[in-house]
């Protein structure tokens, strides 16, 4: 089982560059709730939606033709 936080650190590092072009200084919190376990050899999707500086995400794990599963739900990141 991939650690949480290593999934965590990914859907961090996918918001910093999809919300605020790769700079630190625009990122003000990430909050969200593991939901699934991710197991190595999984593909992670982080999905996000923008409102203003606030942004709503999710990250899907997928191995191979399986369905989609959410392993991180219920996000809220804040940015500037």
């Known amino acids: 089982i991939l ?3 290593c999934s965590y650190g990914f859907t961090g590092r996918a918001l910093l ?3 605020c072009d790769g700079d630190p ?3 003000r ?3 969200s709730r593991f939901s699934s376990p991710v197991f190595p050899g999984e593909k992670l ?3 996000m939606w923008r409102d203003g500086h606030n942004a709503i995400y999710r990250t899907v794990a997928q191995q191979g033709t399986a369905e989609e599963r959410v392993v991180i739900d219920n996000g809220l990141c804040i940015f500037s």
Request: glycine share 14%; charged share 15%; no cysteine.
């Open 3 to 5: 650690h949480g936080l």
């Open 17 to 19: 560059h999809g919300l």
């Open 25 to 27: 200084s625009k990122f």
């Open 29 to 31: 919190s990430m909050d």
């Open 45 to 47: 999707t982080v999905q």
